[in-house]
C-alpha cells in the first residue's frame, strides 16, 4: 500500500517556540493532505484539509493562525504550531489522499508534541 | 449519536484466542478503514475496504454494506496485536471515526 511519512516522530518544545511537523507521501501524489488530532484515549478529530497549492481549509474551533498549514507540493504538507502552549501537547497525525475521492487516505505514523 | 460505534471499547484475551472487533456506522460510505494504532501513538492502516472480505496474514476484515456493519478479526492472537484498533468510515467527503477498541493480549 501507499506509504506516508511524518517527522518528528516526537519533539518536546517549550512554551512560546514554533514546531514544524512534516507529512509526505513517499510513493505517491498527494492532492488532499489532512491534519488531525488526537487528545488522549479520543478519536482522531480533523484540524484542517490541504490541497496543493491552495490554502487548508479549517474545521470549526481550530485557529488557522495557531496551527499553520502549507502544503507547497504534491508530496509534502507541513504543520506548524505557532507559539505553542502546553495545551497544543498532543498527538498529530496526518494523512494522505492521490485520488480524486477523499476516502482513499493513507495515514502517517503521528507526532507526538510535547510542550513544556 | 456517533457515526461510528465500535465494540468492545476494551478487550482482554489469552494469546491464541481468536478475536473479532466489531463496527457500525450510520452513515452512507464509500469505504471503510481498520487502522491500528500502538502505545506510542504511531498508526497503521490494516485495511481500507468497500464491500466483502479482506485478509492479511493473521488478520481478517469483513463489511456488510447493507446492515452497516463491519468485523476485524484476529486469529492465533499474540502479545504483538496488543494496540488500539481504529474503525473509520468516509462518506463521499467526510471521515469518521470510532473511539477504537483497546486489545490486550496476554501472553
Known amino acids: 500500500g501507499a506509504v506516508v511519512s511524518q517527522h518528528p516522530s516526537r519533539v518536546i518544545c517549550k512554551s512560546g517556540t514554533s514546531v514544524k511537523i512534516e507529512c509526505r507521501s513517499l510513493?505517491?501524489?498527494?492532492?488532499?493532505m489532512f491534519w488531525y488530532r488526537q487528545f488522549p484515549k479520543k478519536s482522531l478529530m480533523l484540524m484542517a484539509t490541504?490541497?496543493?497549492?491552495?490554502?487548508?481549509?479549517?474545521e470549526q474551533g481550530v485557529e488557522k493562525d495557531k496551527f499553520l498549514i502549507n502544503h507547497a507540493s504534491l508530496t509534502l504538507s507541513t504543520l506548524t504550531v505557532t507559539s505553542a502552549h502546553p495545551e497544543d501537547s498532543s498527538f498529530y497525525i496526518c494523512?494522505?489522499?492521490?485520488?480524486?475521492?477523499?476516502?482513499?487516505?493513507?495515514f502517517g505514523p503521528g507526532t507526538r508534541l510535547t510542550v513544556t | 449519536k456517533n457515526e461510528v460505534e465500535q465494540s468492545p471499547q476494551n478487550l482482554t484475551a489469552q494469546e491464541g484466542e481468536f478475536i473479532t472487533i466489531n463496527c457500525s456506522y450510520s452513515?452512507?460510505?464509500?469505504?471503510l478503514h481498520w487502522l491500528q494504532q500502538h502505545p506510542g501513538g504511531g498508526i497503521v492502516s490494516l485495511f481500507m475496504?468497500?464491500?466483502g472480505k479482506k485478509k492479511h496474514g493473521r488478520l481478517i476484515a469483513t463489511i456488510n454494506i447493507q446492515e452497516k456493519h463491519s468485523s476485524l478479526h484476529i486469529t492465533a492472537s499474540h502479545p504483538r496485536d496488543s494496540a488500539v484498533y481504529i474503525c473509520?468510515?468516509?462518506?463521499?467527503?467526510?471521515?469518521?471515526f470510532g473511539t477504537g477498541t483497546s486489545l490486550t493480549v496476554i501472553p
Open positions: 494523512s494522505a489522499s492521490g485520488g480524486t475521492d477523499v476516502y482513499e487516505q493513507y
Open positions: 510513493d505517491f501524489q498527494a492532492t488532499t
Open positions: 490541504s490541497n496543493e497549492g491552495s490554502k487548508a481549509t479549517y
Open positions: 452513515v452512507g460510505i464509500s469505504a
Open positions: 475496504l468497500s464491500s
Open positions: 473509520a468510515v468516509s462518506p463521499h467527503n467526510q471521515f469518521y
